[in-house]
């Protein structure tokens, strides 16, 4: 009556593979950041950064591309901070 679904399946239908791509620029992610300070932006690029990377490891995804820009390295180095754990493996 009940199929035992393999831990395989279970993770493929809890977690959602995120877009292959995903585009941290803070005009990318709300559609007015006027009023957000520059640690509510950093806030908000990181929690999407966590969420699709912790959602591309679950889902079983071997690659994805986070576009962060150009800068003073503050998002980078936060996120490798944040997922240093979870990567053994990061390309440049």
Do not use: C, W, Y
């Not at 005009?27 to 950093?42: F, G, P, W, Y």
């Not at 503050?74 to 901070?81: A, F, G, P, Q, T």
């Amino acid at each position: 009556m009940f199929e035992k679904q393999t831990t395989e399946d279970s993770a493929k239908n809890i977690f959602t593979k995120p877009a292959q791509e995903i585009d941290l620029h803070i005009e990318k992610l709300v559609t007015d950041h006027s009023r957000m300070n520059n640690a509510q932006i950093l806030e908000l690029q990181l929690k999407t950064f966590e969420k699709n990377l912790d959602q591309a490891i679950a889902s079983g995804m071997n690659e994805i591309i986070f576009i962060h820009g150009v800068g003073n390295g503050v998002l980078l180095i936060s996120s490798l901070n944040m997922s240093v754990i979870k990567l053994l493996h990061i390309i440049f």
